[in-house]
């Protein structure tokens, strides 16, 4: 890779700066059980997730209870919002990474697919003023790995594409990475784990948080 100089990071939310795994599969649970369907173990959910709400839902329903997704995203939300925070905690060292990256003066952005009247509240809830703004899933903007809310954040970052880097937990982010033309950091720790993040082209592998910014910090050498 051609010499960069990284300003800002720019990170995926679920799977990669929080453990919000189990919150995701018990909200879908219950909703499927108000809706009449058999639940699905915790880690099957590892798959359904990423792609935002409208995936998550149909891949917990399956082809053959899709007529009931309206009501079953309507009864996740509803049971989500009033429990996000049930278990959902930063993943180990992602705080004092935050701290520091903000000590040294990179500009933070989250981009996720999460939809963003929650991510909203999570953030801000963990990580108070510390990044600079936060774009979930939404009807004014196609999801990830389209690059239009990637593009949102780093105008509010004031930065180009080329002095970030996109730090996320799946192909989906690694996508949205490459299709910026950013350098992406793929988190071995969250959803999707490392052979995927390598398959999809990711820049560097992380296993722990700090390496993150060594990777930025060997970058601006």
């Not at 917990?60 to 009501?71: I, P, R, S, V, Y």
């Not at 992602?94 to 520091?100: A, G, K, M, N, R």
């Not at 108070?128 to 979930?136: L, S």
């Not at 970030?164 to 799946?170: E, N, P």
Request: aromatic residues 10%.
């Amino acid at each position: 890779m051609e010499a960069i100089m990284i300003k800002g990071c720019i990170f995926d939310l679920d799977g990669t700066l929080v453990d919000s795994l189990k919150d995701l599969a018990v909200s879908t649970n219950h909703a499927l059980e108000v809706c009449g369907v058999k639940p699905h173990p915790v880690e099957k959910y590892r798959q359904f997730v990423g792609n935002g709400m409208i995936k998550q839902i149909q891949r917990a329903l399956g082809e053959e209870h899709l007529d009931l997704f309206d009501q079953c995203s309507s009864e996740f939300l509803k049971y989500y919002k009033n429990h996000c925070f049930d278990y959902t905690v930063p993943y180990p060292g992602i705080s004092e990474l935050v701290d520091t990256l903000n000590k040294e003066g990179f500009k933070l952005a989250c981009v996720t697919n999460k939809p963003h009247e929650v991510a909203v509240v999570i953030m801000k809830q963990l990580f108070g003023d510390q990044f600079i703004t936060t774009y979930g899933g939404c009807k004014d903007y196609p999801k990830k790995p389209d690059i239009t809310s990637l593009n949102l954040a780093l105008k509010d970052l004031g930065l180009n594409a080329d002095e970030c880097v996109f730090i996320g937990d799946s192909n989906v982010d690694m996508q949205t990475g490459i299709n910026a033309s950013m350098p992406t950091i793929g988190c071995a720790w969250g959803f999707r784990g490392e052979q995927e993040l390598r398959d999809a082209g990711a820049s560097k592998i992380a296993y722990k948080a700090n390496d993150i910014k060594e990777y930025i910090d060997d970058w601006n050498k």
